[in-house]
């Protein structure tokens, strides 16, 4: 059974960084599509972070040049650095995982669809 914990979210001010972690039991190896995602209160679960099976990764506009993901595979953990955090980055973030050994594409990777295994979320806040 696949497991993803997510941890380190709490509230900054506006300019902060944050680093959540995800660890990931059940799985042998992180050689998967990993992702981060958000969800904002009434809004839709959106797609933060992707880092693919050959390590490429891919950003959502919002965070790109702020977000860094990144996994270390020894501790089968997925990590997302975020910098320079904004009111608009507030939300619950959560851990994903596709373990199917299929393609995504680079758009399909980023949705919520394309991924099988979730973790319970993180909530960050960020004031202004």
């Known amino acids: 059974q696949v497991q993803l914990v997510e941890s380190g979210g709490g509230s900054v001010q506006a300019g902060g960084s944050l680093r959540l972690s995800c660890v990931v039991s059940?799985?042998?190896?992180?050689?998967?599509?990993m992702a981060w995602f958000r969800q904002a209160p009434g809004e839709e679960r959106e797609g933060v972070a992707v880092i693919a099976i050959d390590g490429n990764t891919t950003y959502a506009d919002s965070v790109k040049g702020r977000f860094v993901i990144s996994k270390d595979n020894a501790k089968n953990t997925l990590y997302l650095q975020m910098n320079s955090l904004k009111p608009e980055d507030t939300g619950r973030y959560y851990c994903?995982?596709?373990?199917?050994?299929?393609?995504?594409?680079?758009?399909?990777?980023?949705?919520?669809?394309?991924?099988?295994?979730w973790g319970q979320g993180t909530q960050v806040t960020v004031s202004s």
């Open positions: 059940g799985l042998t190896h992180l050689r998967y599509y």
């Open positions: 994903a995982a596709n373990n199917l050994r299929v393609y995504l594409g680079p758009y399909f990777r980023l949705s919520p669809n394309a991924y099988n295994n």
